[in-house]
């Protein structure tokens, strides 16, 4: 039998400043080699839960508890975070938050360094797992000046270096695209299997995770444990739809053709799925479904001309950019990380100059625009929401603009509450921002600019590590200022929401426009999806194994039925 390794026994915790605990009466145990993902909407306790099996709670997190947790027997309130950083090794959401090192190498080695690792097997140690998670060419770098994708990277080699029993992984995710975090996933996995490790996954892309097989699914909830299932019994319910979890897209279209769910039909992943008793069905919704054209044909708002950059004198980012945006559409850039998605959106705003090329809005050259000039007609939400937020409060983060702009008291007052009623931050009004998470952090950079009413919004992954609840009112008051006029522009890893919100995709690869086109064409192209590290979707995979005749054309047919019933 094998031997329990986190306990959690009628475990209650409050956080200092909270009125109520964040976790009631937690039951659960994880044993030894299991992989277990914990999944739930923003503010269900699942993040508290991974800080009190790290030990963030309560050495940096302070709060009463009651009841027990034991990591491989023993009461983490008898140790120390040093032991528990012995015992558990966590990759963060936030990878800035992790970086001690000025180069990759030494954020590296920092574990090896304090465990006074002789420095020839150290360097060996940091050689072998910077190959294994692909970040070898820039061991010389600052961790800082990497894309969010490399930063995950480091992070995971940074716990990984070490020999822990417990892997802790927190929305890893968030800022990889989707090939790469297929790829994490895979690594993942492969780590479990070799060294038997216990590994726990904290995510809301669900269905990324289930791309490798887990041993259980932990739902929490309002602070309480909802379900703790196997996939096949917790995709077979209704549970996942009822707390705000995105189930599946593969499993979606099933429910939409009226096929039967259950355990029976290996639902945890399209390639294990049964399909003998819903292939008629699956054909008959197709052959019914109707599509429809959403083309815009209006006027160009946003238009690149060859443009060419690069941060380094004899390194391009950019080889020649050109693509037009017209007004009032929402369309998505995609690509692999460091493809130049992010450079593209700091050239537009002012930040950077091309070297080469043009920059036009409305037909006008922007080259001697300042950045406070382009703001006016152009807002930008960074990645990172670290890098964006300067205030103390969130009332205050979110006026500056206006108060920059010299509107009075009252209507700062009532523009901010109303786009925090829509951004679901309005009860955290008067609350610091240090204590957000890192999601809710991201809402508010959004709410910033929101606020200001911009022409054009260019938001770098919009909804990186939002539930689906939150991620849905996000999309949808941005749908509500598209209808609106607005236009927008989002650099996004979630092809989910590609799919969904933007009827055209534009693809970087290695500095170079790869394809502008439908999001479906995109997304079921071969050779876009392989160049550009993105994903297939499952509904082109369940199309294929339906044996119907045209699975690109099923995928649009999803996407079109899907936006009308959920009144995209």
């Not at 690149?304 to 559409?329: A, C, H, P, Q």
């Not at 050259?365 to 300067?390: H, W, Y």
């Not at 709410?447 to 949808?476: C, R, W």
């Not at 160049?531 to 044996?547: D, F, G, Q, R, V």
């Amino acid at each position: 039998m094998k031997k329990p390794v986190i306990e959690f026994n009628n475990f209650t915790f409050q956080y200092r400043a909270q009125a109520k605990p964040t976790l009631n009466n937690i039951n659960l145990t994880i044993y030894e080699g299991e992989k277990v993902l914990i999944v739930g909407p923003s503010g269900s306790g699942k993040s508290t839960i991974s800080n009190c099996i790290n030990g963030l709670i309560p050495f940096y997190h302070k709060g009463n508890i009651t009841g027990s947790l034991k990591i491989n027997g023993k009461e983490t309130k008898e140790m120390s975070i040093f032991e528990l950083s012995n015992s558990v090794g966590t990759v963060l959401q936030d990878p800035d938050s992790q970086f001690i090192g000025l180069t990759v190498a030494e954020d590296i080695a920092f574990k090896l360094e304090n465990d006074c690792v002789p420095q020839d097997e150290m360097m060996e140690k940091v050689k072998i797992t910077s190959e294994i998670v692909g970040i070898d060419n820039y061991l010389d770098l600052a961790p800082y000046s990497l894309s969010g994708g490399q930063k995950q990277r480091v992070t995971l080699a940074g716990v990984m270096v070490g020999d822990v029993d417990i892997l802790l992984f927190d929305e890893p995710l968030a800022s990889l695209d989707p090939a790469t975090g297929k790829n994490a996933i895979e690594l993942i996995d492969e780590i479990q299997k070799k060294t038997n490790k216990t590994i726990v996954i904290i995510e809301h892309r669900l269905e990324d995770v289930l791309h490798c097989n887990v041993d259980r699914i932990i739902v929490v909830n309002n602070g309480e444990i909802t379900a703790d299932m196997t996939p096949n019994e917790l995709l077979s319910s209704n549970i996942l739809s009822r707390v705000g979890i995105r189930e599946p897209l593969y499993i979606t279209a099933l429910r939409y053709a009226g096929c039967e769910v259950i355990s029976d039909i290996n639902p945890e992943h399209i390639n294990t799925l049964n399909l003998d008793k819903c292939k008629d069905k699956l054909k008959h919704w197709y052959d019914e479904a109707v599509g429809q054209s959403n083309n815009k044909d209006n006027e160009v708002i946003l238009e690149l001309k060859n443009v060419k950059f690069g941060y380094e004198k004899d390194r391009e980012t950019l080889k020649g950019i050109s693509f037009n945006v017209k007004k009032g559409e929402m369309i998505s850039i995609v690509g692999k990380n460091g493809a130049g998605k992010s450079t593209v959106s700091k050239l537009i705003c002012g930040f950077y100059k091309p070297t080469e090329g043009e920059i036009l809005f409305n037909g006008r050259n922007l080259e001697n625009d300042t950045i406070k000039e382009r703001a006016e007609k152009i807002g930008i939400v960074m990645q990172n929401p670290n890098q964006m937020i300067s205030k103390t409060m969130i009332f205050d983060e979110v006026a500056l603009g206006l108060r920059v702009r010299g509107l009075n008291e009252e209507e700062i007052k009532e523009r901010v509450f109303n786009t925090l009623k829509i951004c679901g931050l309005y009860e955290f009004r008067n609350w610091p921002i240090s204590a957000l998470s890192f999601g809710q952090k991201k809402r508010v950079t959004i709410a910033s600019i929101l606020v200001l009413n911009p022409e054009v919004i260019i938001l770098d992954e919009p909804t990186a590590g939002q539930d689906f609840k939150h991620y849905t009112e996000i999309m949808e008051f941005l749908k509500e200022l598209n209808k609106k006029g607005v236009t927008i522009i989002m650099i996004t890893h979630d092809m989910h929401l590609m799919l969904e919100y933007t009827n055209r995709a534009i693809v970087f690869s290695n500095g170079l426009k790869l394809a502008d086109d439908i999001a479906a064409n995109v997304i079921t192209d071969k050779n876009v999806i392989s160049e550009a590290n993105l994903k297939e979707t499952s509904l082109y995979e369940l199309a294929i194994k339906s044996e119907l005749d045209n699975p690109r054309e099923f995928v649009k047919k999803f996407i079109d039925y899907d936006r009308r019933i959920r009144g995209i």
